[in-house]
């Protein structure tokens, strides 16, 4: 956007560099001269079986977005894959239209599977765990149901013969080259995704969706477009399984399928590419190693799946994933830098005053704040302090949009906010943080704190699936950033660790370097000193100062009353929902009634 | 016509409703929707089915096993596919650990009992009239459910002791309560729900390992629409969708009924995702 090149470059850790980038890329460039080359050493009936893992594949990858990194379990997708075979078939064999060439169909049944695959993922959004799951599983039924009764078309429980695609493509081999381009591709795009703001979003969306709303991610836009892509890769998928099978009737879509594509992703493990490319590969093939198991095999993926969710749930990408099991130094001191504010937040415009007038909310018979009355300042502290249930996190939740007040209108620079709405929050600039830190621990402490910056994104899904110059430039921006942001708060030298690796301390700095790659105007911090030690509060305070002089308005919800005292420029004391006084610190340190009833004489 | 969509609407209606009890029961205990509960429908009939057609036992034995066989696998879903994730609640892990183990034991039966549906014996041995057994047994299973649970709920130490639970699990805790004990007792009385409801209906459905998901599905809308953990919206929503389903089957065909369970499931729940009769609860930060 607007601001600019940062000045001060902290040290970066060269982890992140090209050597890092090529030894990932080196497993999917294995697979890839495998692949290539396996004609010379696979004959017959492998050719087969390996065509048949790149059509898997070539599903999987779009249902690992959903899974994998959404979080979202839906169990059914075979029902796609069902969709896009008859799709294709019947509009090659000419059942209903003129028969189409099949590329043509190819592209018409991914149209249709991208419609379906929001169709079935929509309730995702509003619909618990659970619920979506059964939905999934209720429409994959009815899928292969209505395959069987719409005889006219699909031909019932006879079946449709699949296409055949033209030369080169038709012959066993060719057609293999065919699959396996598409999953390569397929690969290439999902791993593209996976390292984009978008694959950060809905891993976030998975772990912390609280805190993926209050950095802006729109859930229903992230979610309802990866439905579409993997909707149309699953009914691509389709296609060329018929074309595989050559022959489809409806039995070939057994859930047993759906089951085997999501563990698949299971065993590779989530928020991972290369472990589901393993998980895909290891499914298919396995069976053929133990031919007179076949029929249980429905039955040992079912105890495979109970075993990884019982014994590794991090599945084969955890097990790979030997950097992280490096120990991490033991003493390290959180010594954030001020001085990088400048550079990190840039010139920050007089944002102005957001005010609350008169608010009141009320859970069920309980008050929670009534008629409170707040003034945040652009580059001023704002202390909130209270006994425990005196409002101070409601009044917060109020504010960036978590609950609408039930009276009573806050306002920004005089413009009233709209009452709901967490993530439009961000886009007004009002960045928050959370009592108990809300992190992806699976991801990284750098892709954590890039998360916050996921709005200032210019490019669009698609150019990130591509990975077009505008993707590239969305994630050297925001690499860079958040490197600023890490080193702002001390923590450059964590970047690459796991999140969840950290202390709990270092949790809190990460969130507040979240916040501000939002370079809030307003930044409410909810108990940010919970949880540390002497010094870091002493170098906490000294943080939040310096964030309020670079010209954020910045409100502390705290239960340390020095720390409050300290640094705040004004301080509001609430007392079951009302106010029981405000003042700047010293008037409120000197507050008899509050003395009396919250600091203790 | 109308006489046997009703009859034979009520009828399913009933296995579909304590299908329901018994996805709420569990729900209850551990705050946990388990897929094995269609499973335990299933077994409930491929037991009876076993015990009596297969095996010739006495009827009064032949049903009684079926019940301890519910009892038993609602035990080991708690203690393997349950109290094992329980800690994180939050990622949902249950779905996935309940679904392998019901997906276990569905694989399991196919293979070793039969792919194809298996008569189930005729209970009692008078002839068949209009308003046959297969109808009014899993009507009179589903009201001695109904009674059965108000009795222990209303008048028994451990039926309150199952509300403290379900109301408020750490506070149950803190009384004292023990938690583990319940929360396995739980299971095993939806295991003998599950059980009953399969092998009231038994003579219905048959005795068919794909009954399992097919049971899953539908035991789960009266508990959706219902409103979760409330077994008088499941019993009514049970009963309704039932009717529902027959009258559509009659009407436009099978498949079609199918389609339109699902569409109004969808429909409904899309417009409140709390159910019917269910209240929404605050999500927390």
């Not at chain 1, 600019?4 to 497993?27: E, H, I, K, M, Y």
Request: aromatic share 10%.
């Amino acid at each position: 956007m607007d601001k600019q090149a940062p000045q001060v470059r902290p040290n970066r850790p060269n982890v992140l560099g090209s050597a890092s980038t090529f030894s990932a890329a080196l497993p999917f460039l294995a697979l890839l001269l495998v692949g290539i080359s396996f004609p010379l050493f696979g004959g017959g009936y492998w050719g087969v079986i390996a065509t048949r893992a790149c059509v898997y594949w070539v599903l999987v990858s779009g249902l690992n977005l959903v899974v994998g990194f959404g979080g979202q379990i839906a169990i059914g997708w075979v029902a796609l894959l069902t969709l896009g075979a008859y799709t294709t078939s019947v509009l090659v064999a000419g059942n209903v239209t003129p028969a189409l060439p099949p590329y043509l169909a190819l592209a018409i049944a991914a149209a249709v599977g991208a419609v379906f695959g929001l169709i079935v993922g929509l309730p995702a959004l509003r619909l618990r765990t659970f619920y979506f799951a059964i939905t999934t599983l209720g429409f994959a039924t009815i899928v292969t149901q209505v395959a069987l009764a719409w005889q006219s078309v699909t031909g019932g429980g006879v079946g449709v013969a699949g296409p055949v695609f033209p030369e080169p493509f038709s012959s066993q081999w060719g057609f293999y080259y065919f699959c396996f381009g598409l999953a390569a591709i397929c690969t290439w795009m999902t791993a593209n995704i996976a390292a984009s703001r978008f694959g950060r979003a809905l891993t976030a969306i998975r772990d912390a969706e609280v805190a993926a709303e209050a950095s802006g991610i729109s859930k229903s836009a992230l979610l309802g477009t990866v439905f579409l892509f993997s909707g149309a890769v699953a009914a691509v998928a389709g296609g060329l399984f018929a074309s595989l099978q050559s022959y489809i009737t409806p039995d070939a879509f057994t859930l047993d399928l759906s089951i085997l594509f999501f563990i698949a992703i299971l065993i590779g493990g989530r928020g991972s590419v290369l472990g589901p490319l393993l998980g895909t590969i290891l499914l298919t093939v396995l069976p053929e190693f133990a031919a007179p198991l076949v029929a249980w095999s429905t039955f040992l993926y079912a105890v495979l799946l109970l075993v990884i969710v019982l014994a590794i749930p991090g599945g084969i990408a955890e097990i790979l994933d030997f950097k992280n099991r490096r120990p991490l130094e033991s003493d390290r001191a959180i010594v954030p830098r001020p001085d990088l504010l400048g550079p990190l937040l840039g010139a920050a415009p007089d944002a102005g005053t957001l005010t609350l007038e008169q608010v009141s909310l009320s859970f069920g018979g309980v008050q929670a704040i009534d008629g409170l009355d707040l003034e945040i300042r652009s580059g001023q502290v704002h202390g909130l302090i209270g006994p425990n249930g005196s409002g101070k996190t409601t009044t917060l939740n109020v504010i960036s949009g978590y609950y609408a007040p039930k009276r009573g209108a806050i306002r920004l620079n005089g413009a009233p906010m709209p009452g709901h709405g967490l993530h439009r929050r961000a886009h007004m600039r009002i960045a928050r943080t959370f009592q108990t830190p809300r992190i992806v621990g699976s991801a990284s402490v750098l892709e954590n704190v890039m998360i916050g910056g996921t709005i200032d994104g210019e490019g669009t899904f698609v150019e990130s699936l591509l990975s077009l110059p505008r993707h590239r430039r969305d994630e050297a921006m925001l690499r860079d950033t958040a490197m600023l942001a890490l080193a702002a708060v001390g923590l450059e030298r964590l970047a690459p660790v796991r999140a969840d690796r950290l202390q709990h301390s270092e949790l809190r700095f990460t969130e507040i370097a979240r916040a501000l790659m939002l370079r809030p105007v307003f930044l409410l911090l909810d108990e940010p000193a919970a949880g540390l030690s002497a010094e870091e509060i002493g170098r906490l305070g000294a943080f939040i100062r310096a964030i309020a002089q670079a010209g954020t308005g910045v409100l502390v919800v705290e239960h340390h009353p020095d720390l409050i005292f300290d640094i705040c420029h004004h301080v509001t004391v609430l007392n079951l929902g009302k106010i029981l006084a405000a003042g700047t610190s010293a008037e409120i340190r000197a507050h008899r009634e509050v003395v009396n009833a919250y600091l203790g004489a | 016509m109308v006489e046997s969509i009703v009859s034979t609407g009520l009828a399913i209606g009933c296995i579909y409703a304590l299908i329901a009890i018994t996805y709420n029961v569990m729900f209850s205990a551990s705050r946990v929707f388990s897929f094995t509960a269609g499973t335990l429908g299933m077994l409930g009939g491929v037991l009876g089915s076993l015990f009596i057609a297969r095996m010739g036992l006495p009827v009064a034995v032949g049903f009684l096993l079926a019940l301890v066989g519910g009892a038993v696998f609602g035990i080991v879903t708690e203690i393997v596919a349950v109290r094992p994730v329980l800690k994180s609640l939050d990622q949902h892990l249950y779905v996935l650990s309940t679904l392998a183990l019901a997906l276990m034991v569905q694989q399991f039966t196919a293979i070793e009992w039969s792919t194809e549906p298996q008569p189930f014996p005729r209970l009692f041995d008078i002839a068949r009239g209009g308003f046959d057994q297969q109808f009014w047994l899993p009507m009179l299973a589903c009201a001695a459910v109904i009674v059965g649970l108000e009795l222990l709920y209303r008048r028994t130490l451990i039926g309150h002791a199952f509300l403290a639970i379900a109301e408020d699990n750490f506070a149950a805790r803190a009384l004292g309560l023990p938690e583990r004990s319940l929360r396995m007792a739980s299971f095993a009385l939806a295991g003998v729900i599950g059980a009953l409801a399969g092998f009231a209906g038994g003579e219905m459905l048959l005795a068919f390992f794909a009954n399992a998901p097919m049971l899953t599905f539908y035991g789960f809308v009266p508990v959706a629409l219902g409103g979760m953990g409330n077994n008088r919206g499941a019993v009514v929503a049970g009963l309704l969708l039932g009717l529902f389903q027959q009258a559509a089957n009659f009407l436009v065909g099978g498949i079609f009924a199918s389609v339109a369970v699902f569409a109004v499931f969808i429909i409904v729940l899309l417009a409140r995702p709390e159910g019917l009769a269910g209240v929404t609860l605050p999500r927390r930060v």
